[in-house]
């Protein structure tokens, strides 16, 4: 029982890693940064437009519930979903991961304000 459990948790591991890689990626940021800890949450923060220290925000009780709607739903307005997706990013972000990271959507800046190209943006801005 004990093997299936840590089976399980390793594959929803693995496809986690996969789809924010290719979110990251999409979004023009390194990919490789998804397998460090700390430093995968900054760069979240930079891609959904948010100041660094908004990670903060994941480690205090109740706050972090609050914190985590709010990064779900700027992720998915950056890549130009809407409300709903953004709680599904939520709830299940092992698969509307997926779905965002090997889906058709583009990057359209942080909370979708670029307009679809990360051309005109500062990547330095916010930092």
């Known amino acids: 029982m004990d093997n299936a459990l840590t089976l399980i948790w390793l594959a929803i591991a693995v496809i986690g890693i996969i789809a924010g890689w290719k979110i990251f990626t999409k979004a023009g940021q390194p990919g490789w940064a998804v397998l460090i800890p700390i430093y995968n949450a900054i760069v979240l923060m930079r891609v959904i437009g948010r100041p660094w220290w908004w990670i903060f925000g994941f480690i205090v009780p109740i706050l972090n519930i609050v914190v ?14 809407g409300t709903g997706f953004g709680i599904g990013l939520w709830l299940l972000p092992f698969i509307f991961g997926l779905i965002l990271g090997f889906g058709s959507d583009t990057y359209r800046g942080p909370r979708g304000e670029d307009g679809g190209t990360m051309a005109t943006a500062d990547p330095n801005a916010a930092w």
Do not use: E, M, P, T
Request: hydrophobic share 50%; no cysteine.
């Open 68 to 81: 985590g709607i709010v990064v779900s739903l700027d992720l998915a307005k950056s890549f130009g979903r």
